[in-house]
């Protein structure tokens, strides 16, 4: 089955630092990746997908993943966070006509 | 355009009781979901609708129904609420249910049951 590993439940970082969460991804086939964002007592919003092409996708609010087949990986940076960066990201996979979410990592932003 | 709406925005019900959680798109997508979220288990899928008249268990179902009432309403309804259902709510919709297709989320409906 297809499965998303989200490493650390929760990243602190400085504000101006940057930003890496971690996602590895199970898969047989080139899968279809996503990363998902949700502030507080919000739902989620679409921060940037993977589908073809480019192997790094630029997403919005400046963030940024790269698909890397050979790790099997999807990690999301920043270069420098901004205090309005503090939310919950989630890595996700789409192997078939569904979506399978990570657990989620919560991002603390540092004054 | 509203996306994805749903009501109620909480809600707190005894064991035993039973409550409808609404679900409306205006954005003429085919596909409906519902997931809930749980700390630290990130997102668990209940039932999906992947087009008007059809329905399909997710990955955790039990306990729930689901009606898709039109292209536009997705209903999730709760016959007998325990502790265990206890939850965060969300709606999502997207275009066709097909790879790689994103979701679009509502805001949420949070449930205590008592």
């Known amino acids: 089955a297809q499965s998303v590993t989200q490493l650390g439940s929760h990243v602190s970082v400085s504000e101006g630092a940057l930003v890496l969460l971690r996602c590895n991804y199970s898969s047989s086939v080139p899968p279809y990746l996503f990363w998902y964002v949700q502030y507080p007592n919000q739902g989620l919003q679409l921060l940037l997908k993977?589908?073809?092409?480019?192997?790094l996708v630029k997403g919005i609010n400046g963030f940024e993943a790269e698909f890397k087949k050979s790790e099997t990986s999807f990690h999301l940076t920043k270069p420098s966070a901004h205090m309005s960066d503090a939310a919950e990201y989630f890595c996700a996979v789409s192997p078939d006509d569904k979506i399978i979410f990570g657990k989620g990592t919560r991002l603390h932003i540092l004054p | 355009n509203a996306g994805v709406t749903q009501t109620p925005k909480f809600q707190v019900l005894k064991t035993g009781q039973s409550m409808t959680l609404q679900c409306a798109q205006d954005?003429?997508?085919?596909?409906m979901y519902w997931y809930r979220q749980d700390p630290g288990m990130g997102l668990r899928l209940i039932y999906y609708s992947a087009s008007e008249g059809t329905t399909d268990k997710g990955e955790v179902p039990n306990g729930y129904n689901v009606s898709r009432l039109n292209k536009r309403e997705f209903s999730l309804r709760l016959e007998s609420a325990a502790p265990s259902q206890t939850s965060v709510y969300f709606c999502?919709?997207?275009?066709?249910?097909?790879?790689?297709?994103?979701?679009?989320f509502g805001p949420g409906t949070r449930l205590t049951v008592t």
């Open positions: 993977y589908t073809t092409g480019a192997t």
């Open positions: 999502a919709t997207d275009v066709l249910s097909a790879p790689g297709d994103e979701q679009y």
């Open positions: 954005m003429n997508h085919n596909s």
